[in-house]
């Protein structure tokens, strides 16, 4: 049998990162690489009970459920939105297995082959390999700390004719970066003006480190739910637990309908017994102090990265404090490839994700991703001198080249 | 905002038959139209058991896992397996949300837009609808009570140069149908000689009603795991529960490692706690006992079906009795148009599935597919004596027409 694999595959291609980083499983190489939130974070005995509960309510817990979703989670989904200025009803939202599938479902209903959809540069690169299996080109937009490049982006669209711009403006991954008002509201006017769907992507949004500060999100920025030009999802991943696989969408009613469809198609549903166990969860538990805690640990987290990284010295080496989310990233000297550095790292124990694959067009070879989340305190040290190990050692040969 | 959906929407639209269903829900009407298990088959209690332990495995079961799924529930599956003639390592395997999710996995890595797949006929009607989801051209090939016409199945093989065939060869939805063991080595003898792919979908195969008699897979006739022409997969969505959508596709190990590529891009895993849960259930439960009690219960529900079709004595109206799955398929007389019989039938109190929707080509308006499965023996008996009012009634007005 010889197979003949469909043209898509060539996206899915094995990459050199991949690679490197299968080496470090299951032995004692630590680390920074994935994007895992701490496992000290989850409500373990909560949600032990929560499930305790949810077979209280019988067999329709094991049953097959709506594609859209279970129907008391989404009202609690709903209520928590309008907290955040998003006003929609059950027939806007949809439950995912994650927010990744309400990327892919949103790119199947909306997108054809050849279309193009403008990124941020860098930006998430799991959505950037969906676009690419999906044959959509993602062309990648200039930023600086405060968002995307306005300019930019209006030559962007000008030039490329998109039919989607796809951002994580709060805490982006990988970057950390957050979009001011002024930018958000100029992404979406431009892509009001030229009837641009926005996917806005929002896992992180809640791990936020300065208190005051209020993120509008770019849908509760638009008209909605009807006519909205921004589809928003996000997740429990980062604020309960990502084992759960729950994520969510919210839209329009005709670009929600049409993702449910697509969904029905390609799963029929996700787990019923983990939504109702999650509403469960949800109907007792203390999230707003979950999150305040999860906050807490997470910025401590980063501050001790921070301050592992600036006791190393690193010539030329340059980050700024993430004000939220999972990641630290690292712009190193001109001449350091972070492929080779990372192959060297996992040789000293220590793993991180260089920035390349981040990158839709022009990749930065001297950018990394460093996650402070999984890490306790010890091992975090541990890891930053086994990178600077690594580094020392690296810097050297690039010297004697 | 003005929304441009996706070409492939087209294949989304609503049908007449959901349209109708959708006024079943949440009112009187018995149903006959789904696909569900009773629920009083499912094991709650050992269930309930099984999460509490995968809660004392600790974090790991709320946290990320693998694409391809939780080792030791492949394990599992693969020793299963290995009972039923196929001989499969873990790397010939992966975890997907139901067999559902199986089909559109391969689909996307196998076949582009335009390539044809061959189906019985009529066939699984949502994997029809995926594989126009995904524009890709169903062909039915011609068959009987033994299985496809291997003639029909030569001349389409011919004319239209599939890259696939996807059959559900045991207890098939919607016919019931089983095929004989020399049109399963037909089949296979076929598609190896002309370089095609056998999707072989078997979430049925358990249901036995004859306690004897032994179906060999397709899957388990060819050479495997390497260059095996045939992709199988299963779930335990029939004999365990659907709301914990776990499934599995096993195959060559370029094949599945295509698949969980493409996973890891559409929703980077399942339910890490339900898998985890599933194997602690399945790692101290008697299953070969609680499948021998759905087949029990099973067959006696589908027996009560048949008994009660026999004494409404319509006239021209044939079936025959399954040997095992969750369908009992109906030809009505060939002036009755199926969909206005729904129509009809959903005024009385009453809801089937029309035949119509499980053709690929040129559909036979005078079908209906009726589940057993889901309502108790009372239920049954008030949803067939609706059924026949729905067709009394049905058939005077066509003779008055």
Redesign the interface.
């Known amino acids: ?9 060539d996206a ?1 291609s ?1 990459s050199a990162v991949r690679e490197i980083l299968k080496l470090t499983q299951g032995n004692q190489v630590l680390s920074l690489a ?1 994007g ?2 701490a ?2 974070s ?1 409500p ?1 005995q909560e ?2 009970e929560a ?2 509960r949810a ?1 209280d309510l ?8 709506l594609t859209d979703g279970y129907i008391p989670l989404r009202e609690w989904v709903a209520s928590r939105m309008k907290q955040k200025h998003m006003n929609v009803g059950l027939d806007n939202m949809l439950l ?3 927010s ?2 309400a990327v ?1 479902l949103l790119c ?6 050849g ?1 193009v959809v403008l990124v941020e540069n860098p930006t998430y690169l ?1 959505a950037v ?2 676009f690419q ?1 999906r044959g959509i080109r993602a062309i990648p937009v200039e930023g600086d700390s405060e968002g995307m490049d306005l300019e930019d982006l209006a030559k962007k669209i000008a030039q490329y004719r998109p ?1 989607m711009v796809y951002v994580i403006p709060t805490f982006a991954n990988p970057t950390g970066k957050v979009w001011s008002l002024e930018r958000r509201q100029g992404l979406l006017a431009q892509c ?1 003006a030229n ?1 641009i ?1 926005i996917l806005e992507d929002d896992p992180y949004g809640e791990i936020q480190f300065d208190g005051e500060a209020s993120y509008r999100s770019i849908f509760s920025l638009d008209e909605h739910p009807t ?3 921004v589809v928003y999802t996000s997740t429990f991943s980062k604020i309960v ?5 729950t994520g969510w969408a919210i839209g ?1 009613q ?2 929600i309908s ?1 993702m449910v ?2 969904k ?11 939504q109702i166990a999650l509403h469960e969860l949800l109907s007792r538990f203390d999230l707003e102090s979950h999150i305040e805690k999860i906050r807490a640990s997470y910025k401590e987290r980063m501050e001790w990265m921070n301050e592992l990284l600036l006791a190393q010295s690193w010539d030329g080496v340059q980050w700024e404090k993430p004000r939220g989310g999972m990641f630290l990233w690292v712009n190193l000297p001109a001449d350091v490839d972070a492929e080779k550095l990372l192959a060297r790292s996992v040789q000293e124990g220590v793993a991180f994700v260089p920035g390349k694959p981040f990158y839709a067009a022009e990749p930065q070879h001297n950018t990394m991703r460093l996650n402070y989340t999984l890490l306790n305190r010890e091992d975090t040290q541990l890891a930053i001198a086994r990178l600077g190990k690594a580094f020392t050692e690296y810097s050297k040969s690039l010297v004697t080249q």
């Open positions: 049998m010889e197979y003949t694999f469909s043209k898509s595959v899915l094995s994935g895992l939130p496992e000290d989850f373990i949600m032990r499930f305790n077979f019988g067999a329709k817990s094991l049953q097959y459920g995912t297995t994650g990744q599938q892919d199947r209903v909306y997108l054809d082959e279309d799991a390999q969906l299996f039919k009001k009837n769907l006519n909205s030009c637990a990502p084992g759960l696989r329009d005709r670009v049409m469809k697509a029905q198609a390609v799963d029929l549903q996700s787990s019923t017994i983990d």
